[in-house]
């Protein structure tokens, strides 16, 4: 798989938008961009997966430049309990497309 | 409906005890992963079951570690012989399906704390 790199930590106010960062410039075109968090002492959860079209959900946006060679995470009004590890992950769809995960960006929601 | 569910949550062992770490995937996911998550890292991946059959395992750090799905849903992650350095969360995952876009998202489970003395 791709890496992808992120800043080390952010943090924002609560109420107000986070914006997340990724650099994936070395992913391939049958790659997707996956988002998934982690609050402490819980198993990762899956957010949000796109392609090169921008998605939305109940959780989050994700929006990919059209070169794919990074991606935003948008939460847009963080809560204190947004609080966690935000891993940018490149996979394919294939069998046993295992999750590579980096060291991720620790956000921080300040009241 | 229940998510993946692990056993022990937390396992103290001594240095050259046997564990077995427990993972009960959601129902009917095809897909099983187990993960090692050492402290300030991120989840790295062991091994990949498909139904009853390991069809990756070049993630496991020894011959001490050994994975089973025997019928296919439960999971069991062995440890022989274990070491310091094994201390570690481990973590479990299914995937509905093997393959795709749709029900290729991986559900975790919380994770199964091991500190070796």
């Known amino acids: 798989d791709a890496k992808t790199t992120q800043p080390p930590s952010m943090d924002c106010a609560e109420g107000r938008a986070a914006n997340l960062p990724c650099n994936h410039s070395?992913?391939?075109?049958?790659?997707?961009v996956y988002w998934y968090r982690q609050i402490h002492s819980q198993g990762p959860q899956y957010i949000i997966h796109g392609l090169k079209n921008n998605e939305t959900n109940e959780m989050a946006s994700l929006i990919i430049t059209e070169d794919r060679k990074s991606s935003t995470l948008i939460l847009p009004h963080a809560t204190l309990r947004d609080t966690a590890v935000y891993y940018c992950?490149?996979?394919?769809?294939?069998?046993?497309?295992?999750?590579?995960f980096g060291k991720g960006i620790t956000l921080s929601v300040r009241p | 409906g229940a998510g993946v569910s692990q056993s022990p949550r937390y396992k103290v062992a001594k240095r050259g005890q046997d564990v077995a770490l427990r993972c009960d995937p959601i129902?009917?996911?095809?897909?099983l992963f187990w993960y090692q998550q050492a402290l300030g890292q991120g989840p790295e991946f062991l091994t990949y079951?498909?139904?009853?059959?390991?069809?990756?395992k070049s993630g496991l750090p020894s011959d001490r570690f050994f994975a089973e799905r025997p019928e296919g849903s439960v999971s069991t992650l062995k440890i022989q012989r274990t070491q310091q350095e094994d201390s570690a969360v481990y973590l479990c995952a299914s995937s509905l399906r093997d393959r795709g876009l749709l029900g290729n998202e991986q559900f975790f489970g919380p994770g199964t704390r091991l500190t070796v003395l």
């Open positions: 992950i490149v996979r394919g769809t294939g069998a046993n497309s295992k999750l590579t």
């Open positions: 070395t992913i391939s075109g049958n790659e997707y």
């Open positions: 129902s009917g996911h095809v897909s």
């Open positions: 079951f498909q139904n009853e059959a390991q069809l990756d």
